[in-house]
């Protein structure tokens, strides 16, 4: 149960203030931490106090930040990573043993579809995939050895939606965690904790940033489950800088309010090019038109700042439609203040297969278009001269 409202703890959560009575929270950049006395520094590495004893360990940047993710999720406990891949990987090392399976959505990252294709497997920890919009498979990949099942929603480029409720009981039917990417939704508009996730992974670099500054990463959830995932990092070594800590605590503070601005221009854009004659289909959660609308509904309080759309021509229809873009931006980032624009098949996931680009949903005319803060009037005159 959160103390107060969402916007109030993201800007009242902060470190202890120091002799000076700083107002707001200021830089720790040390990489150590000193102790009183012997007896002070044998009961610190006990973990009989709970103290700063190293960056690497933990900081009052990193503490801050994570503090404020875990109150907007309803977490109990977090940690912070340096990206959000090392987020996700450090989650399934530390949770995972040689032998272990996952059962995972096909709609993924990239990088994410990578680790469980090429590295994991190193370790003889194998993943079964099931469709989207296929849900009802899910059970059947379920083997004795299954320890995770994992999703992202909305997914990354095609905008599906997972019902989360659906993915929670399966989850505690077989005993299995549930690990749910929540980079898209924000936890400002969705808590996948309330439908039974386990643990919540955020890159930081996108919405919560918000500006496209820094990169990071973060994982809350239950605390037995975050001790493990604190223990291998701490000796492996993806923690978040302090600095990047520093600027993603007070990016936390406006998120709200800018989450809401990118909503609102979000729908437009996606009303806008429903209606355009070069556009043969539109995902965006909150238009009625969505496959899982009801379900966007029924987990997310709005749709969020990502749009998948179709355009006229495949491959070369997108690459043209790019080439026509005059002033958004063509960049492999989401979530900023400047809206972009990219096309997966010719760029983000032109080495899968078209099979597997299909299976996730990327068909060759797919454009994805993270929705920024600039006027609609502007975003949506430049995708019309592009489109027209």
């Not at 409202?5 to 009242?12: D, G, P, S």
């Not at 996108?206 to 605390?223: C, E, S, Y």
């Not at 989450?259 to 009625?288: Q, R, S």
Request: charged share 25%; hydrophobic share 40%.
């Amino acid at each position: 149960m959160k103390d107060n409202h969402f916007e109030t703890e993201a800007i009242r959560t902060q470190t202890e203030r120091s002799q000076f009575l700083e107002h707001s929270t200021p830089l720790y950049l040390s990489s150590s931490f000193v102790f009183e006395d012997a007896e002070d520094m044998r009961a610190s590495f006990t973990e009989e106090k709970e103290r700063n004893i190293y960056s690497r360990f933990t900081n009052p940047n990193t503490s801050e930040f994570i503090d404020k993710v875990c109150k907007m999720e309803g977490a109990e406990s977090g940690y912070a990573f340096a990206t959000g891949m090392s987020a996700v990987f450090s989650t399934f090392a530390a949770l995972l043993n040689s032998g272990d399976h996952i059962v995972s959505a096909s709609s993924v990252f990239g990088s994410t579809h990578a680790l469980f294709t090429k590295f994991l497997p190193k370790w003889n920890i194998e993943t079964s995939y099931f469709n989207v919009n296929d849900v009802d498979k899910i059970e059947s990949l379920i083997t004795p050895n299954t320890k995770i099942l994992y999703a992202e929603s909305p997914t990354n480029p095609a905008v599906d939606i997972i019902d989360l409720e659906v993915l929670g009981a399966i989850a505690k039917k077989h005993n299995i965690l549930l690990v749910i990417d929540n980079c898209f939704a924000t936890p400002y508009l969705q808590n996948p904790i309330e439908f039974g996730a386990d643990i919540v992974i955020h890159s930081a670099t996108k919405l919560m940033d918000g500006q496209g500054r820094v990169l990071g990463g973060v994982a809350v959830g239950r605390a037995d489950l975050i001790r493990e995932i604190y223990l291998f990092s701490r000796n492996t070594g993806p923690a978040l800088s302090p600095f990047n800590a520093w600027v993603l605590s007070k990016s936390l503070e406006t998120l709200a309010v800018r989450v809401d601005k990118h909503c609102d221009n979000a729908l437009k854009v996606a009303e806008f090019l429903e209606g355009h004659d070069n556009v043969t289909l539109v995902k965006y959660p909150f238009l009625k038109s969505h496959p899982q609308y009801d379900i966007a509904k029924k987990q997310m309080k709005q749709g969020g700042n990502i749009i998948a759309f179709e355009v006229k021509g495949g491959v070369e229809g997108g690459r043209a439609f790019l080439n026509k873009i005059k002033v958004l931006s063509l960049s492999a980032n989401l979530g900023d203040t400047r809206t972009i624009v990219t096309h997966p098949a010719s760029t983000t996931h032109s080495k899968l297969s078209t099979e597997d680009r299909l299976e996730t949903g990327i068909t060759d005319g797919l454009v994805r278009i993270s929705v920024g803060l600039e006027h609609t009037d502007d975003i949506i005159k430049d995708l019309k001269q592009a489109l027209d």
